[in-house]
């Protein structure tokens, strides 16, 4: 098996074999860098094996080169049988990850129409896909990966349906005939005594002898094929159909047979087969158990799935994850300045915690090596989607009709002239382990919290927005993706956004100040705000529904902490405008601190 990453700088002379058939050109130093990711089978008579190209997540700089895992030189990992380095770990890890690709492209390709924003996701040129017949009576080479082995599996069960169906017939064909010689030469007969009575002697027999009593081979090897098709299909997402009624081995028996017993099994029973159907049957189940073991392959027909834009598939991957199916305005996500925003959905807002209203969270993924840092650029577009948005919301409240603002936060208070806030994330695949674990944290090797302000001190302003960054297991959703699980995805999404809201109201803690307000008795709270309203704007907000049966109203008053500031003199001026304001405040309302 060969190993290749994408985007890294291979000098021409190492990949010039591997690289047979794929277009690829050299830059002016003689080197090759590949913009694709998947799978691909080299026929080619100096290569003869598949070919991985993984994605750049991989690559991190070590000591200012690129190594994967953070101590491989990729030169040395493109013939991965070859590579000493290697760590059995590792090895394990490329060998799912390999499978895990090949699915995400899978589905990708499958789920190509993107009904969020009523168009095709992108132009399916992107995806290159051939498939050919997997097994064959040609040469044989050595089945290396497990992807060789699945597919083989599936394309089996494709192509081979009568012959099971037949097989099938045959085994239950006399289930119900009694053979009487075993039965009468092995059975213990009762005599009814009624029968005796009238002077016969009526016979019977508790435990005839029929076929299924013996011991059938060709249905425990269709078991085992059908049980490895299903736990393909659960655990790997594979698209298989089965139409048979065995009861199949599940669970912690299965994991016996991955463990050893499959192996074991099939070899006790390998001499029990004599067609040739039977016997490709029992070379392809052998090899799901045993990964190395030679299967008959066709070798003179080439198959790839490719896709030249991974980062195309790793958005719609979070997209699918984390917004799900979500429909929102197309201007929301195709913005009007040419503007395309990755990730949007309505969950419940920050600054209340009783109310269902949701607010905008907007996202973007970032497909980097590990270790890439943010660029200001990124940071900047990022917050200019959520200025679009605030433009539109206030588009739509002022001026478009009643019936399209249903489902729509109104994002500027009346009262206040304060806004809500919008909570802003990227999405960074990262592999920090080499496990799919359900993991999706701050980023802790880049700034987790970006705050972009125009005024130091006005938290509920149009120019204040706030900006979480989080690293996610890469192996983890292209995973969850390919297994393409409706309620799996639902889970984690629930779970997800959920981690996010109280994430960025950590943030926000971390650096305002929060106070619950409402006017005493003998003040009009609308009058106060009119008279006051340079040295309030921005620092209040009305989040809070009026009480029941009482005109008393609400409000959510959000100071700058002081010492969120880096600036001595900054520090000193926050401290004393907060002093003046809460110290004006509560001459006419109650005060508490959040």
Request: aromatic share 14%; hydrophobic share 35%.
């Amino acid at each position: 098996m060969h190993i290749l990453i994408e985007e890294y700088q291979y000098p021409y002379e190492n990949v010039k074999n591997v690289l047979k058939g794929l277009d690829v050109l050299q830059d002016v130093n003689g080197k090759v860098s590949l913009s694709y990711v998947g799978y691909y089978f080299n026929p080619d008579p100096d290569v003869q094996d598949c070919v991985f190209i993984l994605p750049k997540v991989l690559l991190e700089k070590v000591d200012g080169k690129e190594k994967i895992f953070g101590h491989i030189d990729p030169l040395s990992f493109i013939n991965i049988d070859d590579c000493k380095e290697l760590k059995p770990e590792e090895h394990q890890f490329i060998y799912n990850l390999s499978v895990w690709i090949y699915r995400a492209i899978s589905v990708f390709k499958e789920h190509e129409y993107d009904d969020r924003r009523g168009k095709k996701k992108t132009d399916p040129s992107i995806v290159l896909h051939r498939q050919a017949p997997m097994m064959g009576h040609s040469k044989r080479r050595k089945s290396n990966t497990f992807l060789d082995v699945l597919l083989a599996l599936q394309q089996w069960n494709k192509d081979n349906e009568s012959f099971v169906m037949f097989t099938v017939k045959n085994i239950h064909s006399g289930y119900n005939k009694i053979n009487w010689t075993r039965t009468i030469s092995k059975s213990q007969a009762l005599l009814s005594a009624s029968s005796i009575s009238l002077g016969r002697q009526d016979v019977a027999y508790l435990n005839p002898v029929n076929k299924k009593k013996q011991v059938n081979f060709d249905e425990e090897l269709l078991i085992i094929f059908f049980s490895i098709l299903q736990h393909m299909k659960e655990t790997y997402g594979f698209p298989v159909k089965i139409n048979v009624n065995f009861e199949l081995i599940r669970g912690k028996k299965f994991e016996r047979y991955i463990n050893g017993y499959g192996k074991t099994r099939l070899k006790q029973i390998k001499y029990k087969y004599f067609s040739d159907k039977a016997l490709e049957l029992w070379d392809l189940c052998y090899a799901f158990f045993e990964h190395p073991y030679q299967i008959n392959l066709n070798i003179d027909q080439r198959e790839y799935l490719l896709v030249k834009s991974f980062h195309v598939v790793f958005e719609s991957i979070i997209d699918e994850l984390i917004a799900g199916d979500q429909r929102l305005p197309k201007e929301l996500l195709d913005q009007e300045d040419g503007k395309r925003v990755d990730h949007m959905y309505q969950y419940q807002e920050l600054t209340n915690n009783d109310r269902e209203e949701n607010i905008y969270y907007i996202g973007d993924s970032k497909y980097y090596k590990r270790g890439h840092q943010l660029g200001s650029e990124s940071i900047y577009k990022q917050f200019t989607y959520a200025k679009n948005v605030i433009q539109w919301n206030l588009d739509l409240f002022n001026d478009g009709k009643p019936e399209d603002q249903n489902g729509h936060v109104k994002l500027r208070d009346d009262l206040t002239e304060g806004y809500n806030v919008i909570p802003n994330f990227f999405i960074s695949a990262s592999q920090e382990e080499l496990v799919p674990k359900d993991d999706i944290h701050l980023a802790t090797d880049k700034k987790p919290y970006h705050l972009s302000r125009q005024f130091e001190n006005r938290l509920f302003d149009r120019d204040t927005f706030l900006l979480a960054h989080y690293d996610v297991n890469f192996l983890f959703v292209i995973a969850l993706y390919g297994r393409d699980k409706h309620a799996a995805k639902v889970a984690w999404r629930n779970k997800v956004r959920n981690m996010f809201r109280k994430e960025i109201q950590e943030m926000l803690k971390v650096n305002f100040e929060f106070y619950a307000m409402t006017a005493h008795a003998d003040v009009e709270p609308e009058t106060y705000i009119k008279q006051n309203f340079q040295s309030v704007l921005g620092k209040l907000y009305h989040p809070f529904e009026d009480r029941e049966g009482s005109s008393q109203q609400y409000f959510s008053l959000a100071l700058r902490k002081p010492e969120a500031e880096k600036d001595n003199i900054v520090k000193q001026r926050i401290s004393d405008e907060n002093e003046a304001i809460l110290h004006q405040l509560e001459q006419d309302f109650y005060v508490a601190k959040c």
